[in-house]
């Protein structure tokens, strides 16, 4: 780790332990949906590792990870009944969609940027989090991209592993741009 990473993580950590702001950045986990194509009876974000349920192992790495103004989970209101007995962050019920959902979730934030990822992309590297923090004020919307591990057939072309990019979650997005969006 360079001098300079190392100057700066301990900066930053030094600013939270003094509990000052420096994201203004929301982060939405969404998880609403019914889990329709992992095909058992529970919902993904209810499997456990260790004691501790998918949903809020997510939240936790992601808390631990960046520094978050607000941490909104979306979800059912049956599962939110359940999840408030688990962890203190603002729950929001989910809408008929993906959109939906993080239409009603975009309503309670009050920062400038918000952080959006799914409580099923539970393997999120920390690296890749602070690289989304550190670059959201460079666009309306900063995605990560990662080479393509399979081969792809588009168009009777045929991509071969590494040569394409896929988009992946989580992304981040300037709330005001978001809001329009919705």
Same mark, same amino acid.
């Given at each position: 780790?360079? $001098?300079? %990473? #190392? #100057?700066?993580?301990h900066t $930053? ?7 000052m ?5 929301t982060l939405i986990?969404l &998880?609403? &949906?019914s889990?329709?194509r ?7 974000q209810?499997l456990?590792?260790g004691?501790?349920?998918?949903w809020l ?5 992601f808390e631990k990870?960046a520094?978050?103004?607000?941490i909104?989970?979306v979800?059912?209101?049956d599962?939110?009944? +359940?999840?408030k007995?688990?962890?203190?962050y603002?729950?929001i019920? @989910? @809408?008929?969609s ?6 009603n979730?975009l309503q ?7 952080l959006?990822?799914?409580?099923? %992309?539970c393997?999120v590297?920390s690296?890749?989090?602070? %690289?989304i923090m550190?670059?959201? @004020?460079? @666009?309306?919307? $900063?995605v990560?991209v990662l080479?393509?591990?399979?081969t792809? #057939? +588009?168009?009777?072309?045929t991509? %071969?592993?590494?040569?394409?990019k ?8 300037? #709330?005001?741009?978001a809001?329009k969006s919705?």
């Amino acid at each position: 780790m360079s $001098i300079i %990473r #190392y #100057y700066l993580i301990h900066t $930053i950590l030094w600013y939270r332990y003094l509990g000052m702001n420096l994201s203004n950045t929301t982060l939405i986990l969404l &998880g609403a &949906g019914s889990s329709s194509r992992f095909k058992t009876q529970m919902k993904k974000q209810w499997l456990y590792t260790g004691d501790t349920p998918l949903w809020l192992h997510v939240a936790e790495h992601f808390e631990k990870s960046a520094h978050f103004d607000q941490i909104i989970i979306v979800s059912t209101q049956d599962e939110i009944r +359940l999840m408030k007995n688990f962890a203190s962050y603002t729950y929001i019920e @989910g @809408g008929e969609s993906r959109q939906a959902s993080l239409s009603n979730a975009l309503q309670k934030v009050t920062s400038e940027y918000v952080l959006v990822s799914d409580i099923a %992309r539970c393997c999120v590297p920390s690296e890749m989090i602070a %690289r989304i923090m550190e670059a959201k @004020g460079e @666009g309306a919307c $900063i995605v990560p991209v990662l080479p393509v591990a399979d081969t792809l #057939y +588009l168009d009777n072309m045929t991509y %071969r592993q590494g040569e394409g990019k896929d988009h992946s979650n989580p992304s981040t997005l300037c #709330y005001k741009n978001a809001q329009k969006s919705t």
